[in-house]
């Protein structure tokens, strides 16, 4: 079944909480379960991506990955969460970002990118997800 893609003013990109750069948020609440954005950029070989250093990498399958890296992929602004309220769904070769809960106005956009990213990028400088940042 495919996504309904009505996103106008679903979202915004700002500041987000100190350390983590900027982020997206909620321009009006989003029901649990909505489609919020698609994760874009050029499909490369996973190989290929193996051997980069860029952060905007969002592996499809053992063959193929997403390079995020462009600022007209806007879903990249999503910031790592360890208890998010977004989620990624593969999709006939998209990557489909859905609401996992009720998710209000004003409220920033999140994912779990899970533990290869979490412990590349995220470990050696702390994480600083809302959770863990009340921890500190």
């Not at 499909?43 to 193996?50: F, G, R, W, Y």
Request: aromatic letters at 10%; hydrophobic letters at 30%.
């Amino acid at each position: 079944m495919a996504a309904k893609r009505n996103t106008d003013q679903l979202y915004r990109i700002q500041k987000a909480r100190r350390g983590t750069g900027r982020g997206l948020f909620a321009a009006r609440p989003i029901k649990k379960g909505a489609f919020i954005i698609e994760y874009t950029g050029k499909h490369i070989p996973t190989s290929v991506a193996d051997t980069l250093g860029t952060k905007y990498l969002f592996e499809i399958d053992e063959t193929w990955t997403v390079d995020g890296s462009p600022r007209s992929n806007t879903a990249r602004y999503i910031n790592h969460s360890c208890n998010p309220n977004c989620e990624a769904v593969i999709e006939d070769g998209h990557i489909n970002i859905y609401a996992r809960r009720p998710i209000s106005r004003g409220e920033e956009l999140t994912m779990d990118y899970g533990e290869e990213y979490f412990d590349e990028f995220i470990k050696p400088k702390g994480c600083r997800c809302e959770v863990c940042a009340t921890v500190l």
